[in-house]
């Protein structure tokens, strides 16, 4: 299963990615978990230790092997690289561990104008489109409310987009644009799933403004897991009820794509 967790800053996006993919790997399933997140905090949403996630090195700022699987140093303007590097063992090489989960972190192409062709996001579109086409393991993609790693030539190989959203206009807002954007890319299968909220007013305020059949259910607001935020500790350790909530949704991923 390929999964794109993506909706407005601030949503719970990110602590989603982390109690999804920890559910899969629960079950005996080999994650692959990319942030591809501006904010990249999922390390430590994935309880992963924070010397651990100091020496993470997002993707795109690799700059050696950037140069030597495209053929051009980033930063450097003019000339040619290659559009097809060799992607095949950046993740066995790049990723940071924590049981069968496997983290990579894309990082961000800082280059004047959107979408811009270059090598960091020459090889960023290849290691994505290896990822969701030639790999067998879930891949949770933990994204911002863009769509800035994926293309035509990848978007087709997505299952879901997963529109994580929180009681509010705004949200709701962003999660319209996301779909339009999702819908351009060819991707017809977008889903969501409702964040922090505290009662049964909010829960419904969602499932109002949402077409019938794409909600996948809720991941309550739990003050522990603002806790372990502050501590710096994983989100599917601290809160048993944000997993149950998380593997209900997972259930039904399962049932409404075909995958169980």
């Keep these: 299963m390929k999964l794109a967790v993506t909706g407005k800053g601030g949503v719970g996006k990110t602590t989603f990615s982390a109690l999804l993919a920890e559910v899969f790997a629960r079950e005996g399933r ?3 978990a990319i942030d591809a997140n501006p904010d990249a905090n999922l390390a430590s949403a994935l309880g992963l230790p924070a010397e651990v996630s100091a020496r993470i090195v997002p993707i795109a700022e690799m700059a050696d092997l950037i140069e030597e699987r495209t053929g051009s140093r980033p930063g450097r303007s003019g000339g040619f690289f290659r559009l097809n590097p060799r992607v095949d063992d950046i993740p066995e090489r790049f990723s940071a561990r924590k049981d069968s989960i496997w983290l990579l972190v894309m990082g961000t192409v800082k280059r004047g104008g959107g979408g811009c062709l270059c090598s960091e996001s020459a090889l960023l579109a290849a ?12 891949v949770v993609l ?7 790693h994926l293309g035509r030539a990848t978007a087709q190989y997505v299952d879901a987009f997963i ?7 705004r949200s709701l807002q962003t999660a319209a644009t996301v779909k339009k954007l999702a819908l351009d890319l060819g991707i017809t299968r977008c889903l969501v799933a ?3 909220t505290r009662n049964e007013a909010e829960r419904r305020f969602i499932q109002e403004n949402i077409p019938p059949g794409e909600l996948l259910g809720f991941i309550n607001y739990h003050p522990e897991i603002a806790r372990a935020d502050l501590q710096g500790k994983g989100v599917f350790e601290a809160s048993p009820q944000a997993v149950q909530e998380a593997r209900q949704i997972k259930d039904r991923l399962e049932a409404l794509l075909g995958h169980g």
């Design 194 to 196: 409702g964040s922090k």
């Design 142 to 148: 933990d994204m911002d409310a863009g769509v800035e």
């Design 127 to 138: 290691l994505l489109q290896h990822l969701l086409i030639q790999r067998d393991e879930v």
């Design 30 to 32: 080999r994650v692959i």
């Design 163 to 169: 529109i994580v959203v929180e009681p509010g206009q």
